[in-house]
């Protein structure tokens, strides 16, 4: 039984809630069509996700991200150079708007510096968490004025993907530092880059090892155990914590390989198939991040990472800059020293907020 539902509050004594009865229904009442309402609305609105790449330079990145859509998000020239892309220096966000069966994506990737590729990486990752945490600023100053959109631009990183060097040995302490930081902000999906310079055996045990260094530090990628509903999701997802990180190849490229066109990349020994489970793993993390997971990414970042976000700020708002539409939200009144009431609890601390409370349940409708 669920510990929050043991026992009735003091104020639910007072007032109960309506029995829920079930009734014997006398013909079709149409309620289902509630599902097309909501799939048009939808429709006409669009989806949006933005997902953001960290790792060293040359492991990839650019090429996984236009694997993943099928689409030249970043194209591999700049225009009017034939030279490779520069290595990326600064933080910087493309967006894109992807059409599949009428089905709309606003798509937004941020590439971020190559990270651990200077001598001194020392705090190397201020850049990427300020990032992530200024656009939960910016969705919280829309969120707390008086007058707001109807409909709030959603900036905020619902996924990062984190590029391991394949090296074969273990994460780097550089790695282990910066996603003990990183998990705490947003949701991280890690990957095995270039895959295919490892032997299968070589892979799994570098995976193995990987598993062992999170475990042993406390790092919770995604999908994390303790947001599992019910147990379908139990069983799907802790078949995915199975083969996280997930090794894979990234290619933008079409070959044929026995009459058939498919994506893959030239190497002298053959054909790389970046779909074919037999050669690596990037349908994985392909079913994961948009078939099967999307949104649930969405709603943690919303539900956990933001709403962590937001008490924080919110217990500083003496500290907010105050704008147009500012609404004062002045700190609660510290409470008498002394033992609290009968009948009250204490406030919660810092703890991981539960996105499947039933107070949020109804907010996105």
């Not at 990628?221 to 799907?236: G, S, T």
Request: aromatic letters at 6%.
């Amino acid at each position: 039984m669920d510990p929050l539902r043991q026992s009735p509050s003091p104020s639910s004594s007072q007032a109960s809630s309506p029995r829920t009865l079930s009734c014997e229904r006398l013909g079709y009442v149409g309620i289902e069509a509630v599902l097309d309402q909501l799939k048009i609305k939808a429709m006409k609105m669009g989806f949006e996700f933005n997902i953001m790449v960290v790792g060293q330079s040359g492991l990839g990145k650019s090429t996984m991200v236009n694997t993943l859509f099928k689409s030249k998000i970043w194209k591999s020239t700049m225009p009017g150079l034939r030279v490779p892309t520069p290595q990326t220096l600064q933080l910087y966000s493309m967006t894109h708007v992807i059409e599949e069966n009428g089905v709309k994506l606003k798509l937004t990737v941020t590439d971020t510096p190559g990270f651990g590729d200077q001598i001194n990486n020392d705090k190397c990752w201020d850049p990427i968490l300020g990032y992530i945490n200024e656009q939960y600023e910016r969705y919280l100053q829309e969120e707390i004025l008086i007058t707001r959109q109807r409909h709030i631009p959603d900036t905020r990183v619902h996924c990062c993907i984190y590029f391991v060097p394949p090296t074969g040995h273990c994460l780097r302490p550089l790695d282990l530092e910066f996603l003990q930081r990183l998990c705490r902000a947003v949701n991280v999906v890690p990957v095995i880059a270039r895959a295919d310079s490892l032997t299968i055996e070589e892979r799994e045990a570098f995976r193995h090892r990987i598993q062992d260094d999170l475990k042993t530090h406390s790092i919770e990628v995604y999908p994390q155990k303790c947001f599992d509903e019910d147990i379908n999701d139990k069983i799907l997802n802790s078949k995915i914590r199975e083969r996280i990180p997930f090794a894979v190849v990234g290619a933008d490229r079409e070959h044929m390989v026995n009459g058939r066109c498919v994506l893959g990349r030239k190497t002298k020994w053959g054909i790389i198939e970046v779909e074919n489970m037999a050669h690596c793993e990037f349908p994985l993390l392909r079913d994961l991040l948009i078939r099967s997971h999307l949104q649930d990414l969405k709603d943690i970042t919303h539900n956990v990472h933001y709403e962590n976000y937001r008490i924080i700020r919110l217990k500083e708002s003496h500290a907010l800059p105050r704008g147009p539409g500012w609404v004062d939200l002045a700190p609660a009144p510290s409470p008498a020293p002394g033992p609290a009431p009968t009948g009250t609890r204490a406030s919660p601390g810092p703890a991981k907020v539960c996105r499947w409370a039933e107070d949020n349940s109804d907010e996105d409708f």
